[in-house]
């Protein structure tokens, strides 16, 4: 389901928009109709990694799309693309691209304010998925990430490849490895191969198919402890969600 070239170029910052996963009803339903769909063809195993937590690796009651949205955070403590405790009570994930404009916005404007007032506090958990939709540089860059955060210096390449005006110079390369110098990774040659092992493909593979399994198809999309969340809404959006997600968790 990922756009043309011709298009994803054209309309970046227009399909980043879309209402995915909360236009009224309807998208909600289609939600729910891909975690359906997903269920009835699935294998029989419960997906494969690292270890989690007892909440994430409980199983959702089958036929509950709702649970199975919250069940989607992995809440592993070794995660390198993950940011606050394994387990606070509301677990933020991010379906994102780094050619994103909406997805930068987010990530310039909203997250620093989350983080400072959720994370730090220990109330939320922010779980970054890999999403490229927008092309090969998109699919490089989220490499890059996942390669800068082996080094545990994701946090830092995300704000670099984030900041304003750095994808209109675009994810070639060379532009990976300045990206990775600003935010200070230590080995540059583990990094590259890193960004070209077999591992990142699979990493990038398990979030892409996460992702287009409950039905995302522009970015950024988010959930919080199941609630969907699309585009690059105003902070109280999310605020009012981490807000009703904490009292759930607390009945």
């Not at 200070?184 to 191969?193: M, N, Q, S, Y």
């Not at 585009?231 to 981490?242: D, K, V, W, Y």
């Amino acid at each position: 389901m990922s756009p043309s070239p011709s298009s994803s170029r054209s309309s970046s910052s227009s399909s980043s928009r879309k209402p995915l996963l909360i236009s009224a009803g309807v998208a909600l339903a289609a939600v729910t109709l891909g975690i359906v769909s997903w269920q009835a063809t699935a294998p029989a195993e419960k997906g494969s990694g690292g270890s989690s937590s007892s909440s994430s690796s409980e199983a959702a009651p089958r036929n509950d799309p709702a649970a199975e949205l919250k069940a989607l955070a992995r809440r592993e403590s070794g995660d390198k693309l993950a940011l606050g405790r394994a387990d606070a009570p509301v677990v933020l994930i991010e379906y994102s691209d780094f050619k994103c404009g909406y997805c930068g916005k987010f990530a310039r404007d909203t997250e620093p304010e989350l983080v400072k007032k959720y994370v730090d506090a220990g109330t939320l958990r922010i779980e970054w998925r890999n999403f490229p939709i927008f092309g090969a540089e998109s699919e490089a860059a989220a490499k890059a990430a996942w390669a800068a955060g082996q080094q545990d210096r994701f946090a830092q390449f995300h704000a670099a490849a984030y900041a304003d005006g750095s994808k209109e110079k675009g994810f070639g390369e060379a532009r990976l490895a300045e990206l990775a110098r600003e935010a200070g990774v230590p080995d540059l040659e583990r990094f590259k191969a890193d960004m070209a092992g077999e591992q990142a493909a699979a990493a990038l593979k398990k979030d892409q198919e996460e992702g287009y399994r409950i039905g995302v198809t522009s970015t950024p999309s988010f959930l919080v402890n199941g609630k969907p969340i699309a585009g690059a809404q105003p902070i109280g959006a999310f605020t009012a969600a981490i807000a009703q997600a904490e009292a759930a968790a607390k009945q």
